[in-house]
């Protein structure tokens, strides 16, 4: 009987115990079966997958079983609920995630050999050699990995009052202008505003402060006053008490704390121990603006009643701190066919060739999309059952979130991130693992369903000569034209009532918003519009010219992703969001945006002597700044020279990246040779209407002789399967042959699309806020906003921040 026991193990400090939940699953202690933590491994895993780990992990099938309920705990009625104090969640005076603790939690434990033998413990413990009991007992105490993963990253909570000491507290200058700062009655000196006050610890002036998003707050004087003196810290008045107060700096650009407050405050005559708070903090406005936006309750759709709902598909994800961004993008993914099929069909096969579940980028996505499409984790609860006391039927992405985020400066971090950088970034590592995919079906990319080629065509009117340059990308990002608003006289005659109301010192809170409203084809055709670009440098033996360039599809990806760029910066570089309401068909077509290649009797520009060739309008050289930090890092030349090719030439962060990501390839070292395909004779082949995939496969078929590729072209139908793996059968030394990871296979069809997707975004810049996702399913638009499902009243198409459509059956 001993011998079943040999290979437990009692866990160190350097042991990962997984006890809060299965590594392929989202089962957990409080799930029906409980969760199973082996005693060998430390890893914690849901009854379905005990079997597999015991056949992969021979002789290490001995568990601790955890079975965890939940007890009421009296609660007082006559209390009321805390008030949030605090921008933070899990901190005192923060937002409780949780609610109130009306509940505690009971274990209850066992030893479990698989496949039949099933000890209570303690109450039989005797049964037990004593390393069993003592490594029971170290399991039970130990803190779980999920917690020690938490602490690293910011100490299980989010805060938005932490504040660092500001330079300035040792330096201050304060003038000596003997003006003394009444205890109230004060006003704006430059407008007739009372309240959001601002007095600068230099000079004391008395300023009102900046505008919020929502149209609220004050007139920007206070900033305006530091732009033209540089005095740097201003204390905002009616926060000031014994305790402290709001300080804002300047050119630190932060909220600061300011141990001197008190001296600095009673050159003005100000006495903190006598003042008592009178005006809002900036956490209070910011936690009201949080609750009240009106852009917030319309894209969580607050002012309806919303019908949960629940299932396969439906199952809501828990907010893990600030990871709505990641939520929403990975609920809009795994609706896709190309995702389900990849990771849901397959995930069985992941589980059993994953060596380490918790660092397998295929196991956890394959364990997220099992979550999210099984059904197991959504089930309706009935109306009379008190929610606190029952287990969440929600999927807590946990080991995906710290998986996915390992070693990135951003998405490792609990702070709130950009979706759109984020789906980028997931894209990249989904097509990066695809590469030496294990699966029987390795030839699915699901990331390719986004990825499609644009043609740019540079026309020079100067020599009447053209040059066409074909880039990647997966995302169709658009610029919003404002001037082309329907109800521009509208928002002229809002903006001028709203100007005077403020010049008067009047509040514009009920001034009802009357937002720009441009339709979604009025962008789209001016992304199509030639763009102008000045002294551009045709060659190095050339002068440089103005020229015009007009972007154009390639290829139309089975699905079109949707960027809006409505963030951009004032003038002072204050962080701005374009408040727009945009008109969004359900359908749309672009194919008058298909490429037309090289037309007849249109000459190229002529290249260089060395015959080096551009790979965009915008990167004609190696970046000799970036290319010098790079190289003084250690990192070769060469191969330095391929990071910033690679990713655009101007962003010494995203070059490391590669760096680190590509150090190990063969070819690292070696000269970069951009492609010396000839594009003259695919550019022709493109403009017939072949792909340029088909196109590259005829010419190589026929030796590059152009009308024999025709006739190729035209008896042998295009394949995508076969073409894609023709690609990557090319040798490096064929001049078109490229490496998979930069070649991705491109879909093609008509140009016609439904939406199926949208996700929103709440606040004023992309790092801070609240994403939400729709997503339009079995006939009807559904809301998923972290924990929540439902069905969604009216689908706040004109706010959101990215839009998937899907190309219309044909």
């Known amino acids: 009987?001993?011998?079943?026991?040999?290979?437990?193990?009692?866990?160190?400090?350097?042991?990962?115990?997984?006890?809060?939940?299965?590594?392929?699953?989202?089962?957990?202690?409080?799930?029906?079966?409980?969760?199973?933590?082996?005693?060998?491994?430390?890893?914690?895993?849901?009854?379905?997958?005990?079997?597999?780990?015991?056949?992969?992990?021979?002789?290490?099938?001995?568990?601790?079983?955890?079975?965890?309920?939940?007890?009421?705990?009296?609660?007082?009625?006559?209390?009321?609920?805390?008030?949030?104090?605090?921008?933070?969640?899990?901190?005192?005076?923060?937002?409780?995630?949780?609610?109130?603790?009306?509940?505690?939690?009971?274990?209850?434990?066992?030893?479990y050999v698989h496949p039949n033998i099933i000890i209570a413990y303690p109450e039989e413990a005797d049964k037990l050699p004593e390393h069993v009991k003592k490594s029971a007992d170290a399991i039970i105490a130990a803190e779980s990995a999920f917690l020690k993963e938490e602490r690293a990253a910011m100490n299980a909570t989010w805060n938005g009052e932490i504040r660092q000491i500001t330079k300035h507290a040792e330096t201050l200058e304060q003038l000596n202008n003997e003006r003394k700062i009444p205890p109230n009655g004060w006003k704006c000196e430059q407008c007739d505003l009372k309240d959001n006050l601002w007095l600068n610890l230099t000079d004391g002036s008395i300023l009102c402060g900046r505008k919020f998003f929502d149209g609220t707050g004050g007139n920007n004087h206070a900033v305006e006053h530091y732009y033209k003196t540089k005095y740097p810290l201003a204390v905002k008045l009616g926060t000031i008490t014994s305790k402290g107060a709001d300080v804002y700096s300047y050119d630190e650009d932060d909220m600061v704390e300011d141990p001197n407050l008190a001296i600095h405050l009673s050159h003005w005559g100000i006495n903190m121990m006598n003042m008592e708070k009178t005006d809002r903090s900036m956490a209070d406005l910011e936690i009201e603006i949080n609750q009240k936006y009106g852009e917030a309750s319309i894209i969580e759709e607050a002012n309806s009643k919303l019908q949960p709902v629940h299932g396969a598909g439906y199952t809501g994800m828990r907010n893990l701190g600030n990871s709505c961004y990641m939520n929403s993008v990975m609920q809009v993914l795994f609706t896709i066919k190309d995702f389900q099929e990849k990771y849901y069909k397959h995930c069985e096969f992941y589980f059993d060739h994953a060596k380490d579940p918790v660092n397998d980028f295929n196991a956890q996505t394959a364990k997220l999309a099992f979550g999210l499409l099984s059904g197991l984790y959504s089930r309706e609860m009935p109306d009379n059952r008190d929610l606190s006391f029952t287990p969440p039927s929600i999927v807590r992405p946990q080991m995906f979130r710290s998986l996915i985020g390992h070693g990135h400066p951003e998405f490792g971090t609990k702070q709130q991130q950009d979706a759109a950088e984020f789906l980028e970034y997931f894209l990249e590592q989904v097509h990066k693992h695809c590469l030496n995919d294990p699966t029987p079906d390795a030839s699915?990319?699901?990331?390719?369903?986004?990825?499609?080629?644009?043609?740019?065509?540079?026309?020079?009117?100067?020599?009447?000569?053209?040059?066409?340059?074909?880039?990647?990308?997966?995302?169709?990002?658009?610029?919003?034209?404002?001037?082309?608003?329907?109800?521009?006289?509208?928002?002229?005659?809002?903006?001028?009532?709203?100007?005077?109301?403020?010049?008067?010192?009047?509040?514009?809170?009920?001034?009802?918003?009357?937002?720009?409203?441009?339709?979604?084809?009025?962008?789209?055709?001016?992304?199509?519009?030639?763009?102008?670009?000045?002294?551009?440098?045709?060659?190095?033996?050339?002068?440089?010219?103005?020229?015009?360039?007009?972007?154009?599809?390639?290829?139309?990806?089975?699905?079109?992703?949707?960027?809006?760029?409505?963030?951009?910066?004032?003038?002072?570089?204050?962080?701005?969001?374009?408040?727009?309401?945009?008109?969004?068909?359900?359908?749309?077509?672009?194919?008058?945006?298909?490429?037309?290649?090289?037309?007849?009797?249109?000459?190229?520009?002529?290249?260089?002597?060395?015959?080096?060739?551009?790979?965009?309008?915008?990167?004609?050289?190696?970046?000799?700044?970036?290319?010098?930090?790079?190289?003084?890092?250690?990192?070769?030349?060469?191969?330095?020279?391929?990071?910033?090719?690679?990713?655009?030439?101007?962003?010494?962060?995203?070059?490391?990246?590669?760096?680190?990501?590509?150090?190990?390839?063969?070819?690292?070292?070696?000269?970069?040779?951009?492609?010396?395909?000839?594009?003259?004779?695919?550019?022709?082949?493109?403009?017939?209407?072949?792909?340029?995939?088909?196109?590259?496969?005829?010419?190589?078929?026929?030796?590059?002789?152009?009308?024999?590729?025709?006739?190729?072209?035209?008896?042998?139908?295009?394949?995508?399967?076969?073409?894609?793996?023709?690609?990557?059968?090319?040798?490096?030394?064929?001049?078109?042959?490229?490496?998979?990871?930069?070649?991705?296979?491109?879909?093609?069809?008509?140009?016609?699309?439904?939406?199926?997707?949208?996700?929103?975004?709440?606040?004023?810049?992309?790092?801070?806020?609240?994403?939400?996702?729709?997503?339009?399913?079995?006939?009807?638009?559904?809301?998923?906003?972290?924990?929540?499902?439902?069905?969604?009243?009216?689908?706040?198409?004109?706010?959101?921040?990215?839009?998937?459509?899907?190309?219309?059956?044909?």
């Open 1 to 111: 009987m001993a011998d079943i026991y040999k290979n437990v193990r009692i866990p160190d400090a350097n042991d990962k115990v997984y006890k809060d939940e299965c590594l392929y699953s989202f089962d957990n202690p409080e799930s029906e079966n409980g969760l199973f933590i082996c005693m060998s491994t430390f890893r914690g895993l849901g009854k379905d997958h005990v079997a597999r780990h015991c056949k992969f992990n021979p002789g290490k099938n001995v568990f601790l079983h955890i079975s965890r309920r939940r007890k009421p705990v009296p609660v007082d009625p006559n209390i009321e609920p805390t008030k949030v104090t605090k921008m933070a969640i899990g901190i005192e005076g923060g937002f409780d995630v949780n609610g109130s603790k009306r509940f505690t939690f009971e274990e209850k434990y066992a030893i």
């Open 444 to 810: 699915l990319d699901p990331s390719t369903c986004f990825q499609f080629q644009l043609e740019e065509r540079l026309y020079c009117p100067e020599t009447a000569q053209v040059r066409y340059l074909t880039r990647n990308d997966t995302m169709f990002r658009m610029n919003i034209p404002l001037d082309a608003a329907k109800n521009m006289h509208e928002v002229l005659h809002y903006n001028k009532t709203k100007e005077d109301m403020e010049k008067k010192g009047h509040k514009t809170n009920d001034l009802p918003i009357v937002r720009p409203i441009v339709p979604l084809t009025q962008a789209i055709a001016r992304w199509a519009e030639p763009e102008i670009i000045e002294d551009f440098k045709i060659n190095r033996n050339l002068p440089k010219a103005t020229i015009r360039r007009t972007q154009r599809f390639l290829t139309f990806p089975d699905y079109l992703l949707i960027q809006l760029k409505k963030y951009t910066f004032n003038d002072d570089w204050t962080p701005r969001k374009i408040d727009v309401s945009m008109e969004i068909p359900d359908d749309i077509d672009i194919n008058s945006l298909r490429a037309t290649g090289l037309q007849i009797g249109e000459k190229l520009m002529p290249d260089d002597d060395d015959n080096e060739k551009v790979t965009s309008a915008s990167n004609t050289q190696i970046n000799e700044v970036l290319l010098e930090q790079l190289v003084s890092m250690g990192f070769s030349a060469e191969g330095c020279k391929k990071a910033l090719i690679s990713t655009g030439n101007n962003n010494i962060e995203a070059a490391m990246n590669w760096v680190f990501e590509h150090q190990s390839d063969s070819d690292f070292d070696k000269p970069y040779q951009a492609s010396t395909a000839d594009e003259e004779s695919i550019a022709i082949l493109i403009s017939m209407g072949f792909s340029r995939a088909h196109s590259v496969r005829a010419l190589a078929t026929t030796n590059n002789n152009v009308e024999a590729a025709v006739d190729w072209a035209s008896s042998n139908p295009e394949d995508n399967s076969t073409l894609h793996r023709f690609m990557e059968s090319l040798p490096q030394s064929s001049p078109s042959a490229q490496s998979p990871s930069t070649t991705p296979h491109y879909h093609d069809g008509p140009g016609k699309y439904r939406l199926v997707a949208f996700i929103s975004h709440i606040g004023n810049t992309t790092s801070c806020g609240h994403y939400v996702a729709h997503i339009h399913k079995d006939g009807r638009w559904v809301i998923f906003n972290d924990e929540t499902v439902a069905f969604s009243e009216h689908p706040p198409k004109d706010l959101a921040y990215l839009y998937i459509y899907k190309r219309a059956a044909s």
